[in-house]
Structure formats: C-alpha cells, structure tokens
C-alpha cells in the first residue's frame, strides 16, 4: 500500500491564482482530512470528510474548497491564493481501530504564495 | 471550544536525562488524547493514545482530568527521539468528531550526546 499520497510536494502561486492540492488514500479510509502547519500554531483542520459525499469544514475553512466524489480522493481548492495561506498542508485519512481513530497523514505539500 | 497547549516549543536534554514533554488540554466533555510524532523528513505519525495506556519506544503518558494534562515521558532519552511532538485531541457530538484532531503548537526535541 502507498498509503496517502500528496502532490504536489512543492508549489509557489502568485496572489490570486487558483490550484488544487491532490490527496489520494489506498486504505480504504472512510474519514480524510486537511490540515495546515504553521510554525508555533500545530496543525489546523481546513475541511474534513466522513465518507464519499459528504464533507464539512473545519477549525480554517475560508478560502478553500473540497469534494469527495470517490473514497480515494480528496482534493483540496484554493480559489484565489492570497499569502496567509502559505503553509505546509497535509492530507490525512483515518480508520476506526480498537476503541479509537488513527490517523494516517500524507508527506506533505508546501506552498508559496507570493 | 477544545484547545491544547504545549508552553514548550523546544526542550533540549542530554542523552540518558529524562524527557517530559508537556501538554494541557481544555474541553468539556471526555476527549480522547494522542501524542503525533514527526522525524526529521519522515511523516507524521501516531506516537501513544491514552485509550490504549501503552509504552512506545520507552514512552509513556497518562491522562489527568483533573490538571486536564497529558504529559509525554520517558526516563531514558535517546538521540533518535530527536523530533517535533505534537500533543492532539479528538471529540465532539458532530459525525466523524472523533477523527478531527486539535492539535498543540508542537515541541521540538533535541537530545544531544
């Protein structure tokens, strides 16, 4: 297994562009989440999903948009860059395993924006 | 709302020293606790969950609810446990609530020779 895979691993943006971060699971996970990592803040939860169809947001949703049409993929949308979202964004997905969930987190995308 | 804090970003030690490595929490409800590891270019990845009251790679952390802490320890540090800890907690009425993690700021470890 691949486990969940990211790309890009690198993206610089101009202010205003669009992109979409892919993230992909070989788990069969029902639950995948974004995250960003920003230094002395952790990591915070942009948008999450319980199952194909179905998504919610998170503690920092603005800005960004998600689909889940399949188990496997969970792409992430910036609709217009603007420099706080420069970060490291991580991809996670999550089975329920002995009492509790266990996440599995992807290698990572980090982007500039400029 | 939930929140987790972890007031050291950097904890440096010798090797052979102890290690605690602290993390206080904030939630009205039972949370569920973990301590996520990352190594230098490697993943992060799941260290300890309270539920399970284990001891990895000579590491251990018990739940206080009443300092509503989660202290990582362990008596004998290593220069592989060099990395950033992250301190997470996961609860909440909303579908999948117990798969969205808070997450503390993050310590970074660094155990010398």
């Known amino acids: 297994n691949a486990g969940v895979t990211q790309t890009p691993k690198f993206q610089v943006l101009k202010t205003g562009q669009s992109m979409t971060l892919q993230c992909a699971q070989d788990?069969?996970?029902?639950?995948m989440s974004w995250y960003r990592q920003d230094p002395g803040m952790g990591l915070r939860l942009i948008h999450y999903?319980?199952?194909?169809?179905?998504?919610d947001q998170g503690e920092v949703p603005n800005g960004y948009n998600v689909s889940r049409s399949t188990t496997e993929d969970f792409p992430l949308r910036l609709l217009s860059a603007a420099p706080s979202q420069t970060s490291v964004y991580f991809c996670?997905?999550?089975?329920?395993?002995?009492?509790?969930?266990?996440?599995?987190f992807g290698p990572g995308t980090r982007l500039t924006v400029t | 709302a939930q929140r987790v804090t972890q007031p050291e970003k950097l904890l440096s030690v010798f090797k052979g020293a102890p290690v605690e490595l602290k993390c206080n929490y904030s939630?009205?409800?039972?949370?569920?606790l973990f301590w996520y590891v990352q190594y230098s270019r490697q993943r992060l990845q799941l260290l300890l969950r309270?539920?399970s009251r284990e001891s990895i790679k000579g590491f251990t952390a018990d739940l206080n609810k009443g300092e509503t802490s989660f202290h990582l320890k362990k008596p004998f540090a290593q220069e592989e446990d060099s990395a950033m800890y992250y301190c997470a907690l996961s609860g909440g009425n909303r579908p999948g609530a117990g798969n969205m993690l808070t997450f503390g700021g993050g310590t970074r470890l660094m155990v010398k020779p």
């Open positions: 999903s319980v199952g194909a169809g179905i998504t």
């Open positions: 788990m069969n996970h029902e639950y």
């Open positions: 996670a997905s999550s089975q329920h395993l002995r009492g509790t969930y266990e996440q599995y």
């Open positions: 939630y009205s409800g039972s949370p569920e």
């Open positions: 309270h539920i």
